[in-house]
């Protein structure tokens, strides 16, 4: 709401119970107030701020509200032209309502640069920003508009990186899988990032790594494994009945390649893991083959990735189908987690966990906002404010803006 006439909180205030309104009467400001229908209200302009953690993305509404939504983080030069150029033409002038149709429009106007990757990155920022817009307008939580709630608190693991031995060793990993059991966290998950470049590596820092984080977090505590794409099958089947047997884990991610979804249904069928991938899925026809080619057990979508709040519905209502949780992938609190978790709150087979990084290592975007959610006996409660449920300072997100 970088040029608007009242803040968010002031609008949310003059609109409470703005559903059974026929109009919207912003707070006084700089320009007249705006009075017109609710469901007239269209989008004027679509803003990307390129952070240095973070892509976000603001929809401008001509009721002076604005809604905030996150792109994946990978590449944001590429998925911020991508929106700008892309997308956009698509979005500004449409009522906010028609958050479905834009997403259809933004897909098909691009589909031929593949369904995947940048497209769906860049869909799922305006997509996310369109939610929280029309919970807002609506002076009700996104989750109400999405169907309402199952839940009140959705339990996290911590969620750590050691790239594969290199970004931190063993000793590092147990103390950093020990700070988040002190903080009070239930569960955590030792991401290996061996990748595919690395595949079987030899020796395995599998083996030293999960052993240093089972000893430090004791015998209680879940500890999830991602291997990230480095093992072949026959390796993975092998490592995943050590990770079981002699570890406790019961959660095994992505143990094969992400392009080999064969070698993954070895892996499903040979273990009792459960075997859990879709990160790098972003697609509801990606999601389905991980249903039908790889047999995952759950699927792993994230909301700034798989083309937003939109499609992971879509991916939930698959998962429902066929009997599979969803344990949304999530790297970044703010935006991001307060959009997963109004996915969470409105899907009846939404897993036990959802994936939460450190707050602590995300400063950047967590200073941005006027607080960030506790986690309180390994749990996040779901927000009940407006839209998503986040308080960011406009302002600060402008000046955090880098090259
Ligand atoms: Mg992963």
Redesign the pocket.
């Given at each position: 709401m970088s040029d608007s006439t009242c803040s968010r909180r002031d609008f949310v205030a003059t609109t409470a119970g703005a559903l059974a309104a026929t109009t919207l009467v912003p707070s006084l400001g700089a320009q007249p107030p705006v009075t017109r229908p609710m469901g007239a209200v269209k989008v004027t302009a679509v803003k990307t701020y390129k952070l240095r953690q973070a892509l976000y993305v603001e929809v401008q509404s001509d009721a002076g509200v604005s809604g905030w939504g996150e792109c994946a983080p990978n590449n944001k030069d590429v998925v911020q032209v991508f929106v700008q150029t892309g997308l956009v033409q698509h979005v500004v002038g449409r009522s906010v309502w028609d958050s479905e149709p834009i997403w259809h429009d933004c897909f098909y106007a691009n589909s031929d640069l593949g369904p995947s990757g940048p497209l769906l990155n860049a869909i799922a920022g305006i997509d996310i920003a369109l939610w929280d817009l029309k919970g807002k307008l609506a002076g009700v939580p996104t989750w109400q508009l999405l169907g309402g709630r199952y839940r009140e608190r959705q339990r996290v693991y911590g969620s750590f990186a050691v790239d594969g031995g290199r970004r931190m060793t063993a000793d590092q990993a147990a103390r950093k899988a020990a700070s988040f059991v002190e903080r009070g966290y239930t569960a955590v998950k030792l991401?290996m990032q061996i990748r595919e470049r690395n595949l079987n590596p030899h020796p395995d820092p599998t083996i030293p790594y999960v052993k240093a984080v089972r000893a430090a977090i004791g015998p209680t505590v879940e500890l999830l494994v991602?291997i990230?794409n480095g093992y072949t099958a026959a390796r993975a089947i092998e490592r995943g009945r050590w990770l079981q047997d002699e570890m406790g884990v019961r959660y095994y991610?992505?143990p094969t390649s992400m392009q080999q979804l064969h070698e993954l249904a070895q892996v499903s069928e040979a273990l009792d893991l459960f075997i859990?991938a879709g990160?790098n899925e972003h697609s509801r026809w990606q999601h389905r083959d991980l249903i039908d080619i790889a047999k995952v057990d759950v699927l792993?979508p994230d909301v700034s990735k798989a083309g937003g709040i939109t499609e992971v519905k879509r991916i939930a209502a698959l998962g429902q189908a066929t009997s599979k949780r969803i344990m949304l992938?999530n790297t970044r609190p703010g935006i991001l987690t307060h959009a997963s978790l109004a996915v969470i709150a409105s899907i009846s087979n939404a897993a036990e966990y959802l994936e939460y990084s450190d707050p602590d290592d995300y400063q950047s975007l967590t200073a941005l906002s006027a607080e960030t959610l506790p986690v309180v006996n390994g749990e996040l409660v779901i927000p009940s404010r407006p839209g998503l449920g986040i308080e960011l300072d406009p302002a600060a997100v402008a000046r955090a803006v880098v090259a």
């Open positions: 991401r991602d990230n991610e992505e859990v990160e792993n992938h």
